[in-house]
């Protein structure tokens, strides 16, 4: 042990791992036996009375660090009572104190440590310890300790009562140490709700408040992570800790108020918010004059939106702790004579309400309304009589609006403080807002503004906004009148030619449908519905103009149908009107059916998004009915034009289906796909809906590569519900690999790309979800790919053969990718070697973008396909060096094609990745931008915007190159300088300003600025547009320099 | 607080969206050449933020549509402005963010005429003349404070007339 201590001791500072070493030993051995703590004391001995003061300190420090580290139940009481004298005794030797404080820190943690022993080292150091005089390490120790103490001996410092908290005020006088104060602030806090502090208030508000306003500002590279926000928290918690505070906090915080700076404006702001509940309405009461003569000119004259805010709402917060006040006979109410001045302001600025004044009167006649039931009852009172009787007066349209506004802002104020309709109520439902006096002619008020017949739309807009308003009110509306206004706002979105006053109709029709959807269904589903055509003639361009599109109104259905009961009445409103159409106006173009089918389909991701419950039902209800009406007209015996077999009609209806078929659980999957299977496989249609407008003549077989046409379309149905299915599905076919590949081989076949894609996308799908335990890999390897391989290599066939099994090698590639199965990595290699097969090339290159990009109606997350994370980097890390290679060892033709796999690649990575792989393939895309096509060009800026903005530096590196390349992509001389490619080309010059450093753009500045006027008379205008955006940028390129 | 020239302005609404342009089919053609009309010099202008009050000059009034002539194949325009009251001393500052905005966003080919609107102003004669002499822009540009009071009021302008983010602060022109 005593050789331990001297090695400790006598480490020179430079072999500080010497002594951390020989702490450690010690640690260990006095924890393994609590004896040796006294052997340790005892072999300090010499050391902690020498007449070094380094020496002293030093050996004071291994004794604390030992407390600190040590396993604190091997102390025994009576030791610690010793150490803790011990401790005491020294404070006096200032050269020790540091380390004594931290070794009474360290003790006070122990268990063992007693209340007496509390008192004892609290007292030694309030009385010992001139605080202030020490370092910050030994201040934070004081804090540490106290609030170790005030943690766990509150009952035993209160006898101290007075004497502590006076020590206290005087350790933290003139205290600067951000890390110390916010451990303080919490400290404060602590004292002023547990100690009397009636001796000492203003001491203890002295020493806190002159910290007020925090101007303090964390260093750039600060470790401590304490923000001047963590500081005003901490400070404002301490000045609201207690009431007997105001007197003094008030006047002062007044005067901060009309400092100038910002920071301080708000601060006071939000303290005196935070203060007002505490300090209650007799102590705000004497100041609540100057209180609204600071707060209005922070509001009128607000320098931001964040400071108005705040501002309003510590006027709020006043108002409603006013309102709580005792009322002293009626005038003297403290509410009613804080409002008097402030309903008089307002009301003087609202005689002009057109003036830019008058929007934040009505802001603060809000706020202050909001607080409470009687400021809002007495506001209301006050103004609103005068409001109407000059919305009577005036004549000025623009004036109304404005007036309207105001109101519009009371009945904000009144569903805040009074409640929702609709919503269960969280307020007394006791007060009813005092607007209800005034109900009809607000009524009145609002339609008549919507009737005006003037020029004004913002009138009649203000006039729906009030309707809306009123509706959401709590109990205030009866049914009749809600009825009413609902018919206004329909008139409005049917008749109406202003799309805004549309727009804001329909957007509170939307709005009411989820909380009173009762009224929206019986009133306005049926009008809209009314509206739309029903006959040939109905669709007659003549009448039409009169009335809205149907495109519009059924818009319009999408916005307000998805509530349950509301979507139950509008699937059948659409079939019955796509069963007119199909009996009616066969011969009408496709637009509308399309638009109805649309609209269910918008409507049901709405749905799904919002997990509606009632989705399911749809699967039975719904989707046969649609597949009915698909298959059967291609089995009649007349082929000729029907709606229902148009490719964009399938497409929507195959929407449908998945967006349904995606939230059944799997054995209603496993129903449905027997189903389907039956219909598609076998030509049983009999579970479809019968219809006797359409007898089966002929036999249903739409998996073939030789059926008529309109029935392979159908497959694009087939296609969407094998994708939708889960994973634990089961397919009802004996042979997964066999009927997998036969649909390979009508796929390669078929002459109908339409058919060919569906059979792709399902083979892939199949391929990629049923792979279970690599249960398809023979099958892959041994018999799919060379099959593909050998077709695709077949010289003397058929290019579209060739193409088309290109294309399913393409897919299935996409589907070992998404499940990282190594066979993809391979093939994605082969599909290099096509680039330099004529023609062929060219498709595999693109065919890059499949395999990596997204795919919104196949192989996706929600139609549950395996998709393994970081699939995209890890076949863009296989790939990446393949194509370098292949670049670098190609001929220019050749070499296109590269460079489009490369685009593709790289359009598709993940950021984070692309931006570390970059640099190295610059010079290739570089390249690319000399090849005259239009998509790889503009594909490529694309990238070199990606680097501007997150890898600056790397852009700065290449600008000598890329600013004149970049600039000739401007010139619209040029055809393959497409309008896309010279937008893409200025948005990426517009960019570097904003994240290059000054000083390297400044020696292109003069030229690009130049170059960039011709584009400015390009003839595109949305060309232009960019171009004026760009140059603006380098025109601020460090502000101060530049003219025009 | 400065006193402001005009403490109290009215205030417009500025029409939503983008621009009050309309989308046509031969926007996306790459031939169909779009001329330059008096919608989009004044989509260019619109959006400039008032020296004194953190608004557009759209929402003040101050620049219309209908008060801008242009000829595309002639190569002139006219800007006409109104102050939002007659004896406004930031008449010509105003005058010159137009300038400058046209000066940076339209091509050389055009002549640009700025003026205020008649008997809008009580020295209109004067402004005018300051507006519409090279040297004297030149001049003030080389001004940097100037110039930097400019810049912060077209920071705000876009081309497609949208305010981007009119920043209230303190008054620029104290």
């Known amino acids: 042990m005593d050789r331990l201590i001297s090695t400790y001791i006598l480490a020179q500072t430079d072999s500080q791992e010497q002594a951390d070493a020989a702490i450690q030993d010690i640690v260990k051995d006095v924890g393994t036996n609590p004896a040796k703590l006294l052997s340790l004391v005892q072999g300090l001995g010499e050391y902690l009375t020498s007449d070094e003061a380094f020496v002293r300190s030093k050996a004071t420090a291994l004794l604390s660090t030992t407390l600190a580290t040590l396993d604190q139940s091997k102390v025994t009481g009576s030791a610690v009572n010793v150490l803790v004298e011990f401790y005491c005794d020294r404070l006096t030797d200032q050269a020790c104190v540091p380390e004594l404080l931290k070794g009474l820190l360290a003790l006070s943690k122990f268990d063992k440590f007693t209340s007496v022993d509390c008192i004892k080292a609290a007292k030694a150091i309030l009385a010992l310890v001139n605080v202030q005089t020490y370092q910050q390490t030994a201040r934070h120790f004081v804090f540490l300790f106290f609030e170790s103490v005030l943690n766990r001996h509150t009952q035993s410092l209160k006898t101290m009562s007075s004497d502590f908290v006076f020590g206290f005020i005087q350790c933290l006088d003139g205290e600067k140490?951000?890390?110390?104060?916010?451990?303080?602030?919490?400290?404060?806090?602590?004292?002023?709700?547990?100690?009397?502090?009636?001796?000492?208030?203003?001491d203890l508000f002295e020493v806190t408040f002159c910290y007020f306003p925090i101007t303090f500002r964390p260093p750039p590279d600060d470790p401590y992570g304490i923000t001047s926000e963590h500081l005003k928290i901490g400070l404002r918690d301490c000045l609201a800790a207690t009431p007997y505070f105001a007197k003094f906090a008030l006047p002062l915080l007044l005067e901060k108020l009309s400092s100038s700076s910002g920071g301080a404006k708000k601060d006071?702001?939000?303290?005196?918010?935070?203060?007002?509940?505490?300090?209650?309405?007799?102590?705000?009461?004497?100041?609540?004059?100057?209180?609204?003569?600071?707060?209005?000119?922070?509001?009128?004259?607000?320098?931001?939106?964040?400071?108005?805010?705040?501002?309003?709402?510590?006027?709020?917060?006043?108002?409603?702790?006013?309102?709580?006040?005792?009322?002293?006979?009626?005038?003297?109410?403290?509410?009613?004579?804080?409002?008097?001045?402030?309903?008089?302001?307002?009301?003087?600025?609202?005689?002009?309400?057109?003036?830019?004044?008058?929007?934040?009167?009505?802001?603060?006649?809000?706020?202050?309304?909001?607080?409470?039931?009687?400021?809002?009852?007495?506001?209301?009172?006050?103004?609103?009589?005068?409001?109407?009787?000059?919305?009577?007066?005036?004549?000025?349209?623009?004036?109304?609006?404005?007036?309207?506004?105001?109101?519009?802002?009371?009945?904000?104020?009144?569903?805040?403080?009074?409640?929702?309709?609709?919503?269960?109520?969280?307020?007394?439902?006791?007060?009813?807002?005092?607007?209800?006096t005034f109900k009809d002619r607000f009524f009145e008020l609002f339609t008549g503004a919507i009737m005006s017949s003037n020029e004004?739309?913002?009138?009649?807009?203000?006039?729906?906004?009030?309707?809306?308003?009123?509706?959401?009110?709590?109990?205030?509306?009866?049914?009749?009148?809600?009825?009413?206004?609902?018919?206004?706002?329909?008139?409005?979105?049917?008749?109406?030619?202003?799309?805004?006053?549309?727009?804001?109709?329909?957007?509170?029709?939307?709005?009411?449908a989820s909380i009173m959807p009762g009224v929206v269904r019986s009133i306005a589903l049926p009008a809209f519905f009314e509206m739309l055509p029903t006959?040939?003639?109905?669709?007659?361009?003549?009448?039409?103009?009169?009335?809205?599109?149907?495109?519009?109104?059924?818009?319009?259905?999408?916005?307000?149908?998805?509530?349950?009961?509301?979507?139950?009445?509008?699937?059948?409103?659409?079939?019955?009107?796509?069963?007119?159409?199909?009996?009616?106006?066969?011969?009408?173009?496709?637009?509308?059916?399309?638009?109805?089918?649309?609209?269910?389909?918008?409507?049901?991701?709405?749905?799904?998004?919002?997990?509606?419950?009632?989705?399911?039902?749809?699967?039975?209800?719904?989707?046969?009915?649609?597949?009915?009406?698909?298959?059967?007209?291609?089995?009649?015996?007349?082929?000729?034009?029907?709606?229902?077999?148009?490719?964009?009609?399938?497409?929507?209806?195959?929407?449908?289906?998945?967006?349904?078929?995606?939230?059944?659980?799997?054995?209603a999957q496993n129903d449905f796909v027997k189903t389907i299977f039956g219909i598609f496989m076998n030509g049983d249609l009999s579970a479809l809906p019968s219809t006797t407008q359409y007898a089966q003549q002929v036999p249903f077989t739409p998996l073939l590569a030789n059926s008529r046409v309109s029935q392979q379309n159908t497959s694009i149905l087939f296609a969407t519900v094998i994708d939708g299915c889960r994973q634990q599905t089961v397919l009802p076919v004996e042979d997964l690999q066999q009927f997998t590949g036969s649909l390979v081989e009508v796929a390669i076949q078929t002459a109908n790309p339409i058919q060919r894609m569906a059979l792709s996308k399902t083979v892939a799908t199949i391929l990629n979800k049923f792979n279970k335990r690599d249960a398809l890999q023979p099958f892959i390897v041994q018999q799919l790919i060379p099959l593909l391989h050998t077709r695709i290599?077949?010289?003397?066939?058929?290019?579209?053969?060739?193409?088309?099994?290109?294309?399913m090698y393409i897919w299935v590639t996409k589907a070992m990718v998404l499940s990282t199965n190594a066979i993809g990595y391979d093939m994605g290699g082969e599909l290099m070697n096509i680039f330099s097969i004529p023609r062929l090339g060219k498709?595999?290159?693109?065919?890059?973008?499949?395999?990596?990009?997204?795919?919104?109606?196949?192989?996706?997350?929600?139609?549950?396909?395996?998709?393994?994370?970081?699939?995209?980097?890890?076949?863009?890390?296989?790939?990446?060096?393949?194509?370098?290679?292949?670049?670098?060892?190609?001929?220019?033709?050749?070499?296109?094609?590269?460079?489009?796999?490369?685009?593709?690649?790289?359009?598709?990575?993940?950021k984070q990745v692309l931006l570390t792989e970059l640099p190295p393939l610059v010079p290739m895309l570089v390249h690319s931008l000399s090849f005259p096509d239009p998509e790889l060009k503009a594909s490529t800026i694309e990238t070199f915007q990606v680097i501007t903005k997150d890898a600056p530096n790397l852009m700065a590196d290449h600008l000598s190159t890329l600013t004149p390349l970049l600039l000739d992509l401007t010139n619209a001389s040029d055809p393959a300088n497409t309008m896309k490619v010279r937008t893409a080309a200025l948005k990426c010059l517009g960019a570097q300003p904003k994240s290059l450093p000054f000083t390297a753009l400044r020696p292109y500045k003069t030229h690009v600025l130049k170059e960039l006027e011709k584009s400015l008379d390009d003839r595109k205008r949305m060309v232009r547009r960019e171009a004026v955006e760009c140059r603006s940028q380098w025109f601020t390129l460090n502000g101060s320099i530049g003219s025009a | 607080m400065t006193t402001l020239i005009n403490q109290n302005p009215i205030i417009y609404e500025a029409s939503a969206g983008n621009s009050t342009r309309e989308w046509r089919e031969e926007d996306e053609n790459e031939d169909a050449a779009d001329p330059i009309d008096a919608q989009e010099v004044f989509d260019l202008i619109r959006s400039i933020s008032d020296p004194e009050h953190p608004l557009s000059l759209e929402q003040l009034n101050v620049t219309q549509r209908d008060h801008?002539?242009?000829?595309?194949?002639?190569?002139?325009?006219?800007?006409?402005?109104?102050?939002?009251?007659?004896?406004?001393?930031?008449?010509?500052?105003?005058?010159?963010?137009?300038?400058?905005?046209?000066?940076?966003?339209?091509?050389?080919?055009?002549?640009?005429?700025?003026?205020?609107?008649?008997?809008?102003?009580?020295?209109?004669?004067?402004?005018?003349?300051?507006?519409?002499?090279?040297?004297?822009?030149?001049?003030?540009?080389?001004?940097?404070?100037?110039?930097?009071?400019?810049?912060?009021?077209?920071?705000?302008?876009?081309?497609?007339?949208?305010v981007a983010n009119i920043v209230k602060g303190p008054n620029p022109a104290n």
């Open chain 1, 177 to 202: 140490d951000p890390r110390n104060l916010l451990l303080a602030f919490t400290l404060i806090k602590k004292i002023i709700q547990e100690f009397d502090i009636a001796q000492h208030v203003e």
């Open chain 1, 268 to 436: 006071s702001m939000e303290t005196i918010a935070a203060c007002a509940p505490v300090y209650g309405s007799s102590a705000l009461t004497p100041y609540a004059e100057e209180l609204w003569s600071g707060l209005q000119n922070e509001i009128f004259h607000a320098t931001g939106d964040e400071l108005e805010q705040v501002a309003l709402n510590t006027l709020q917060v006043i108002t409603a702790e006013l309102s709580m006040g005792v009322s002293l006979g009626g005038s003297n109410d403290p509410v009613e004579k804080f409002l008097r001045p402030i309903i008089t302001d307002c009301m003087t600025q609202l005689q002009q309400p057109e003036l830019k004044l008058a929007k934040p009167s009505g802001k603060i006649l809000k706020a202050c309304a909001m607080a409470s039931d009687p400021a809002c009852t007495s506001i209301t009172l006050a103004t609103i009589p005068t409001l109407l009787s000059q919305y009577a007066a005036s004549e000025q349209s623009t004036r109304k609006k404005a007036l309207l506004d105001v109101l519009l802002d009371f009945l904000e104020a009144s569903r805040v403080l009074y409640g929702s309709a609709g919503k269960p109520s969280e307020h007394d439902t006791d007060f009813v807002t005092p607007l209800l």
């Open chain 1, 456 to 512: 004004y739309n913002a009138l009649r807009l203000a006039g729906v906004k009030g309707l809306h308003g009123m509706i959401l009110l709590r109990e205030f509306l009866s049914e009749t009148e809600i009825s009413y206004a609902v018919q206004y706002f329909v008139r409005i979105v049917l008749e109406d030619p202003d799309t805004e006053l549309q727009e804001t109709a329909l957007k509170s029709l939307a709005s009411l």
């Open chain 1, 535 to 667: 006959s040939q003639n109905d669709m007659d361009v003549d009448t039409i103009i009169q009335k809205k599109s149907p495109e519009y109104i059924l818009s319009a259905v999408t916005k307000i149908g998805q509530e349950p009961t509301l979507f139950a009445d509008v699937v059948p409103q659409i079939l019955e009107k796509i069963e007119l159409i199909l009996r009616d106006f066969a011969g009408a173009n496709t637009t509308y059916p399309i638009s109805l089918l649309t609209t269910l389909l918008t409507l049901l991701r709405a749905k799904a998004e919002n997990d509606h419950s009632d989705l399911p039902q749809y699967l039975n209800q719904l989707v046969p009915h649609l597949i009915g009406m698909c298959v059967l007209p291609t089995v009649s015996s007349d082929d000729g034009n029907h709606i229902m077999k148009n490719a964009e009609i399938l497409d929507v209806v195959a929407g449908i289906t998945r967006v349904i078929m995606i939230r059944v659980d799997a054995s």
């Open chain 1, 793 to 807: 290599h077949q010289e003397q066939a058929l290019f579209e053969e060739r193409e088309a099994a290109l294309i």
């Open chain 1, 843 to 910: 498709v595999a290159a693109d065919g890059f973008n499949l395999v990596i990009g997204e795919q919104h109606d196949v192989l996706t997350k929600e139609t549950f396909a395996v998709i393994r994370l970081l699939y995209k980097q890890r076949f863009f890390n296989y790939c990446i060096p393949v194509l370098v290679k292949g670049f670098e060892n190609s001929s220019d033709e050749v070499r296109h094609n590269f460079l489009i796999a490369l685009s593709h690649v790289l359009r598709n990575i993940p």
């Open chain 2, 68 to 162: 801008i002539q242009v000829s595309d194949e002639n190569n002139t325009i006219l800007v006409e402005f109104t102050p939002t009251i007659p004896h406004c001393s930031m008449a010509t500052l105003i005058g010159l963010c137009i300038r400058v905005r046209l000066l940076r966003c339209l091509p050389s080919r055009f002549k640009v005429d700025i003026s205020v609107r008649k008997g809008t102003h009580q020295s209109e004669h004067a402004v005018n003349k300051q507006l519409n002499d090279k040297e004297r822009v030149a001049a003030a540009l080389e001004n940097s404070h100037l110039l930097e009071v400019v810049n912060q009021c077209l920071a705000t302008a876009t081309s497609g007339g949208v």
